[in-house]
């Protein structure tokens, strides 16, 4: 059989439950097609925010030993540089000498800070920011940062140019995915094998979308978030989606009951414009596969969807995260920015986030979000097809974690892992191969999986984690009888407890976590911030 091509595609921001497949109410029925005919992985984690989890993804490595422990402030150890360390490799670098094509559309954001406003200033592949291209890509559409205007980009490359001009129908998540399907037909031409990363930003804030999409879910959340949270859990538990059926954790305590919102009307409509947001992502994915079919390579590449991050709950205010991006777009036309009830998302003229409440929506039936180490903040569903390497199967309920992604890609590939780059010794892999996984082998990690993100920490070990928020006691689940995290068993069992925090603090020591004390100080110097809005 010819090497297979192999397509990993990275949602920003996507919650557990943000699909048909997981329960959703949300229209995704190309990635439902796509996990019905191949195998949902029901038990993958990320790590928790987006660079941390992307660095993670592309190495193979935990997050800080990729030099992003936290996000792309350079904060002066090697695990916070805030971009990939020379002495990783990105999955491109390790495909590149196995004879593979490698291409890059999307969102990078593994280069360290650029300060959105002042594009002119950036200062665009020297050391401390690195592009795709200098680590393994051959060719890149897309942005070097976190986020960015949907309908008018700020800051764009393709491959070493930056894109200036964007037609008048230009929306980030269809453009991406044209891009590529662009760069897959020069490699076929070429009868080479690629690789593409396909690395969505949406359904992260802003909520941007085409009319035509919001117009679908027009009154779907007017029932609210209460409903629509319950709704799912019953649809999940309906699809058998889990080993257990898990008792849906309580409405966050921070999230007022639907009945006493005021603005019920734009409230629904944030929901809607995220949804659609979705839906565009899936209706994307829709075209890449007919292409694939279209070019005869469908039925050997291996398809990876996940996401990199729980539902984020962070509240846009045009004095927090949107005074970052410019207050324009490319035409000149004003942006009315932050979460403003006179103002209905979802336009290139707004700049909005959907917010804690519909998050809470987003990540059910789990506890936190985005940026947090409990469930809410690190699940997400892992859909794997490659109709020539595995079968269609069930669900399959192992833990895994990002850093299995690139081992798994190597077996797949028959590619080797690199031990040497560019005259740096690159440190030995941490993930493990799913490949058996996916194909219905009996499986099950060897290893701890760990987790530290501005102090929030765990350790997952068989079917035990041991998770805290940042600067609270530890707490302790039976993640298989109680994934919700609702029956907290410390001081049950001491001797497993110990052994749990040694094995994390062993972990956090060995690969240079820095107390969130010493790190949060350092990081509102760097970003100019009075204090971390999220």
């Given at each position: 059989m010819p090497k297979p091509n192999v397509i990993l595609i990275l949602a920003d921001d996507m919650g557990f439950a943000d699909l048909g497949c997981t329960g959703s109410e949300i229209r995704t029925p190309n990635i439902d097609a796509l996990a019905k005919n191949g195998v949902l992985l029901t038990v993958m984690y990320n790590c928790a925010r987006c660079c941390p989890t992307r660095a993670s993804l592309l190495t193979g490595l935990y997050p800080h030993n990729a030099g992003v422990g936290h996000m792309g402030a350079k904060l002066g150890t090697p695990a916070y540089q805030?971009?990939?360390?020379?002495?990783?490799?990105?999955?491109a670098e390790h495909l590149r000498p196995a004879g593979y094509r490698t291409l890059m559309s999307g969102k990078w954001h593994v280069a360290g800070d650029f300060g959105a406003r002042d594009v002119d200033s950036w200062r665009v592949g020297d050391v401390d920011h690195p592009t795709p291209r200098q680590r393994g890509f051959d060719r890149f559409y897309g942005i070097l940062d976190g986020a960015t205007h949907f309908f008018s980009p700020h800051y764009m490359l393709e491959d070493d140019n930056r894109v200036q001009v964007f037609p008048d129908d230009?929306?980030?998540?269809?453009?991406?995915?044209?891009?590529?399907?662009?760069?897959?037909?020069e490699s076929v031409a070429d009868e080479m094998p690629f690789f593409l990363y396909l690395a969505h930003t949406a359904p992260h804030w802003p909520l941007h979308a085409h009319p035509e999409d919001i117009a679908r879910y027009e009154g779907v959340y007017n029932k609210g978030w209460d409903k629509s949270r319950?709704?799912?859990?019953?649809?999940?538990?309906?699809?058998?989606?889990?080993?257990?059926g898990w008792e849906i954790s309580p409405r966050d305590k921070e999230v007022h009951p639907w009945e006493t919102e005021?603005?019920?009307?734009?409230?629904?409509?944030?929901?809607?414009?995220?949804?659609?947001?979705?839906?565009?992502?899936?209706?994307?994915?829709g075209t890449l596969i007919a292409a694939l079919k279209r070019l005869g390579q469908f039925d050997n590449t291996l398809i990876l969807f996940l996401s990199d991050n729980g539902g984020c709950a962070e509240f846009m205010a045009e004095d927090g995260w949107a005074k970052f991006y410019?207050?324009?777009?490319?035409?000149?036309?004003?942006?009315?920015?932050?979460?403003r009830p006179d103002i209905m998302p979802g336009d290139a003229l707004t700049y909005q986030s959907y917010d804690k409440p519909w998050a809470n929506v987003s990540n059910a039936p789990f506890r936190m979000f985005k940026h947090y180490v409990h469930e809410g903040g690190i699940s997400t569903p892992l859909v794997a097809h490659w109709p020539k390497g595995f079968e269609p199967a069930t669900s399959a309920h192992a833990a895994c974690h990002v850093v299995d992604i690139l081992p798994t890609i190597l077996e797949a590939t028959g590619a080797s892992y690199l031990?040497?780059?560019?005259?740096h010794e690159i440190q030995p892999i941490q993930g493990e191969s799913l490949l058996g996984l996916l194909k219905g082998v009996d499986w099950s990690r060897e290893q701890p999986i760990f987790f530290e993100h501005e102090g929030n920490a765990a350790?997952?070990?068989?079917?035990?984690?041991?998770?805290?928020l940042q600067g609270q006691d530890w707490e302790l689940y039976d993640i298989e009888a109680d994934r919700t995290e609702l029956h907290n068993l410390a001081g049950r069992n001491a001797p497993l407890e110990a052994a749990l925090v040694?094995?994390?603090?062993?972990?956090?020591?060995?690969?240079?976590?820095?107390?969130?004390?010493?790190?949060?100080?350092?990081?509102?110097?760097?970003w100019g911030l009075a204090t971390v809005d999220g």
């Open positions: 805030g971009f990939l360390r020379n002495d990783s490799a990105t999955i230009f929306y980030f998540t269809d453009a991406i995915t044209d891009k590529a399907i662009g760069m897959i037909e319950t709704a799912r859990h019953e649809r999940m538990n309906g699809l058998g989606l889990f080993q257990t005021e603005n019920t009307d734009w409230e629904a409509r944030k929901m809607a414009t995220y949804a659609a947001m979705v839906d565009r992502m899936d209706q994307s994915i410019p207050d324009t777009t490319h035409d000149g036309r004003h942006i009315e920015k932050g979460n031990s040497e780059l560019g005259g350790v997952r070990m068989g079917q035990f984690k041991l998770v805290r040694q094995q994390y603090t062993d972990w956090a020591e060995k690969i240079g976590v820095v107390d969130w004390e010493v790190v949060e100080p350092l990081l509102m110097r760097a």
